[in-house]
């Protein structure tokens, strides 16, 4: 086992039990993963430095980057409609947003959550990379503490230490729900609760390659911005390309997919229905379930967390199924993980 400093890693030993429940420790799920077991001593001088948390953002720069995340994307959106009423539209940058929604979205369902948060499968290194990119173009935080933060949901899920729950610490009544989802929504990400969890990832921690694609995320939400804004503006040949291409296909696309994201944590915790008992609140939400990619079937989730599969019926759409079981199909995606019908049977709930 690795030895974490005490101060940080407070919670070791259920975090071990709790790793071992939403994800697999015999995975790894890159090709140059290191082995993390309890007779292993000789991780790399820089997994050691990384495991103080130091490579990563420390509180007060991840709480700017929280403030930034959240207000920069609504006035791009602002700036957007004032040009759009003045007759500045183009339609390669709605295309542009329809497509980075899509490729982003998939970095952070597939790439942070399906892949390094839980190990529902496994990938070669350059793919997982790939994913690990497309998710840091989200703006949704480094993967090392986006990851870190959902683990700890799963461990402590609507209950007091959960750090999204629309639930915990709100009593009944309309004006507690309404304040206990917006804290699940969004109000969490300004939290002291929203970091410090690095107890949850030394899997991560370990692992040079994602420290270094970590440590470089302010450079992929920048590529997320001029990527679209490049492309629009080769398309028109026009500077005004360049700038509607960054409004839409850049801050306009994160507005939305933080908020479809942010919807997991509020919407999929309060509406919808549920099929299988799970110790908390989470909920199948058809409309999350397609604007999210999967990620709606919220429920099937908490349920078994370490399936690559969320939409566990056939119609419940999970577009980020499909690519994982496309990846595999090519030979890109191994060591998939999926429920066995004797689980899902002895979890399914009698009562709706
Ligand atoms: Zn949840
Ligand atoms: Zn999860």
């Known amino acids: 086992m690795l030895e974490l400093a005490p101060n940080r890693f407070a919670f070791c030993e259920i975090t071990e039990k709790i790793l071992r429940d939403l994800t697999d420790d015999s995975v790894a799920v890159l090709d140059d993963e290191p082995s993390i077991d ?172 994602v420290m270094r694609i970590n440590r470089l995320f302010p450079l992929w939400v920048a590529l997320g911005l001029a990527i679209p804004g490049i492309v629009c503006g080769i398309i028109t040949m026009s500077w005004m390309g360049v700038v509607l291409g960054v409004l839409w296909g850049g801050l306009a696309r994160m507005f939305l997919l933080h908020h479809a994201t942010w919807s997991i944590n509020s919407v999929c915790h309060v509406w919808g229905w549920r099929d299988y008992r799970s110790d908390d609140h989470s909920r199948n939400n058809p409309v999350m379930g397609v604007l999210s990619f999967g990620e709606g079937w919220h429920n099937n989730h908490h349920a078994f967390p370490t399936s690559a599969r969320h939409g566990l019926k056939w119609w419940q759409l999970d577009i980020s199924w499909i690519v994982i079981r496309s990846l595999q199909s090519i030979g890109l995606a191994s060591k998939v993980r999926l429920p066995t019908q004797e689980r899902m049977a002895a979890r399914r709930r009698i009562a709706p």
């Open 38 to 209: 309890s007779s292993d001593s000789g991780e790399s001088s820089e997994s050691n430095d990384s495991r103080t948390g130091e490579s990563v953002l420390s509180r007060k720069e991840m709480h700017l980057a929280m403030l930034a995340a959240v207000a920069l994307p609504p006035i791009g959106i602002a700036v957007a409609m004032v040009l759009l009423w003045g007759g500045w539209f183009g339609w390669s940058s709605l295309i542009a947003m329809v497509v980075m929604y899509i490729l982003t979205g998939l970095g952070v369902t597939i790439g942070y959550h399906r892949l390094f948060a839980h190990k529902a499968f496994a990938t070669p290194t350059p793919i997982g990379v790939f994913f690990m990119i497309l998710g840091g173009m989200s703006a949704q935080g480094p993967l090392v503490w986006w990851v870190a933060t959902h683990r700890r949901h799963h461990h402590f899920s609507d209950h007091e230490m959960d750090p999204h729950s629309p639930h915990a610490g709100f009593s009944n009544g309309i004006i507690m729900r309404t304040v206990g989802f917006l804290h699940a929504h969004i109000g969490w990400l300004f939290t002291s609760t929203a970091d410090n969890n690095y107890e949850y990832v030394p899997d991560l921690l370990a692992n040079p390659t």
